[in-house]
């Protein structure tokens, strides 16, 4: 299924979509909601290599270096709820920038690159449901930014994926819980490159 009407609002140059259909999505032509129904997840257990990658995710594949970036509102019910910006190159090479519920039951930023097994990482505790993730793609590598208020970034991660260029999108995902309906809003994509890494700007 694709949406054409997202790359247009957003100015995202690209046609997005879907690796996994969500149990429901909604777009009113300026914010993205996706629905992940129970027991979805993209990850890859570093110690069992258990894999799990039926969560819902809605990509494109934008050309050059940009940035892009999105609101992301999740409403949090079970433990590691999450909506979330992906990078995705096939199903053992992938990367998310998450909004997430913790086991101690806070918001955090979390940051997972897949390849081969995850690496998982929580870059921040938050104290809200809701803030602005980014993606940045600087040549081959790729970067993470998260905000509290689309202003100030916050570097999170600076990493290469793999050797093809991966797909940019939005994930949504249950693992323990019943499941969860984040919405994206005020997404945006601009070309370029990023000036400065560690300052996000």
């Known amino acids: 299924m694709t949406i054409e009407p997202l790359g247009t609002i957003s100015g995202v140059p690209a046609t997005f979509h879907w690796i996994r259909r969500p149990a429901a999505f909604e777009f009113d032509g300026s914010s993205?909601?996706?629905s992940a129904g129970p027991g979805t997840d993209w990850f890859i257990d570093p110690g069992s290599g258990e894999a799990q990658m039926n969560?819902?995710?809605l990509v494109c594949a934008p050309d050059g270096d940009f940035t892009f970036s999105a609101h992301a509102e999740v409403p949090f019910a079970s433990t590691f709820d999450?909506?979330?910006l992906v990078l995705w190159q096939d199903e053992r090479t992938w990367a998310k920038l998450a909004l997430e519920l913790s086991p101690q039951g806070e918001p955090t930023v979390v940051a997972v690159v897949t390849r081969g097994e995850s690496d998982d990482c929580i870059s921040m505790v938050v104290r809200s449901h809701?803030?602005?993730l980014r993606i940045a793609r600087i040549g081959s590598a790729h970067a993470f930014h998260a905000s509290m208020d689309g202003d100030r970034w916050q570097f999170v991660r600076h990493f290469r994926l793999g050797t093809k260029m991966p797909e940019i999108g939005f994930e949504a995902q249950s693992p323990c819980g019943p499941g969860c309906t984040p919405r994206f809003s005020?997404?945006?994509h601009t070309s370029g490159t990023l000036a400065?890494?560690?300052?996000?700007v």
Do not use: E
């Not at 400065?196 to 996000?200: I, T, W, Y």
């Open 32 to 34: 993205l909601s996706v």
């Open 82 to 84: 999450a909506g979330a």
């Open 196 to 200: 400065d890494l560690r300052s996000g």
């Open 130 to 132: 809701a803030a602005w």
């Open 186 to 188: 005020h997404i945006v």
């Open 55 to 57: 969560a819902p995710a």
